[in-house]
C-alpha cells in the first residue's frame, strides 16, 4: 500500500538507488500530474514505467528515491556533463505532491549536496534550470544555497510550448547553507 497524505519526519527520509520492487510507488510519482505539470511527462502505464526503471535509471549514473522510511515518495537525480563538461552537473528533482510544504525537498537536497562535489569527479558547478513559473522548485533551490543567475529565453520546451528557464548554480567553494540553530532559551539580562 503507497504512503498518502502522511505527515512525514524529516529523520524518515533517505536516498537510495531505486529497486526493481519500487514500480508501484515510481508510477505513483511518475501519474501525479500536479508535480509533474513543469515535467516533460504526464503519466506513464506500467510497461513504460518498468522500461524507465530499466532502461534508464538502473543505467543513470545517479539517480536516487527520495523515500519516506524506505518508500520512495520522489526522486533526485544528477547529470554530470562528459568530457570538457565534467566540471558542472545538473540537478533535478521531484517530490509527490501529496507529500509537498513539509521540507522533504530541501531536506533531500542538503543531502545530496553534503556529498555530490566528493563523489564525482571533477565536478565544480551544479546547476538548476526552473520554469519561472515554478517559484516553490525556486524557493527550494535558494533555501539550499543556490544562486539565481538569470533567465533563458524560450529554453526548454517540455509539453509543447517553449518556457522561460531561470538558471541557478551551486559551487564547490561556495560555502554551505548554515544548519538552523535551535535557541532553547532566551532569558533577559
Ligand atoms: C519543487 C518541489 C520538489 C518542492 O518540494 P517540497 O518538499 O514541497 O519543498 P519544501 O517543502 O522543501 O520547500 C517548499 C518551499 O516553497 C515555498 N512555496 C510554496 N509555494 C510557493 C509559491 N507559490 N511561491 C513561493 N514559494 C512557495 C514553501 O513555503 C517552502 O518554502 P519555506 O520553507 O521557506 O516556507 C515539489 O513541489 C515538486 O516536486 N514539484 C514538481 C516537480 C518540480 O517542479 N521539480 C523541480 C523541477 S526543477
Request: proline fraction near 0%.
Given at each position: 500500500m503507497a504512503l498518502r497524505n502522511t505527515k512525514v519526519s524529516l529523520s524518515d527520509i533517505s536516498l537510495r538507488p531505486f529497486k526493481e520492487s519500487d514500480l508501484e510507488d515510481y508510477m505513483i510519482i511518475m501519474n501525479d500530474n500536479t508535480a509533474s505539470?513543469?515535467?516533460?511527462?504526464n503519466s506513464m502505464d506500467k510497461e513504460e514505467a518498468l522500461n524507465a526503471l530499466l532502461s534508464v535509471i538502473y543505467t543513470h549514473p545517479w539517480y536516487r528515491a527520495i523515500c519516506v522510511k524506505d518508500r520512495p515518495i520522489g526522486y533526485v537525480s544528477v547529470n554530470q556533463g562528459e568530457g570538457s563538461d565534467g566540471c558542472r552537473a545538473e540537478i533535478g528533482y521531484v517530490v509527490g505532491s501529496a507529500y509537498w510544504g513539509q521540507g522533504i525537498a530541501t531536506h533531500a537536497l542538503k543531502m545530496v549536496i553534503s556529498s555530490i562535489f566528493s563523489e564525482l569527479q571533477g565536478l565544480e558547478r551544479l546547476e538548476a534550470l526552473i520554469d519561472v513559473d515554478n517559484l516553490r522548485s525556486q524557493r527550494v533551490a535558494e533555501k539550499v544555497g543556490f544562486i539565481r543567475e538569470g533567465v533563458l529565453r524560450k529554453y526548454w520546451n517540455p509539453k509543447g510550448t517553449p518556457r522561460d528557464m531561470v538558471i541557478y548554480s551551486l559551487l564547490k567553494t561556495d560555502t554551505p547553507v548554515p544548519k538552523k540553530k535551535k535557541i532553547l532559551c532566551c532569558i533577559p539580562v
Open positions: 505539470k513543469f515535467c516533460t511527462w
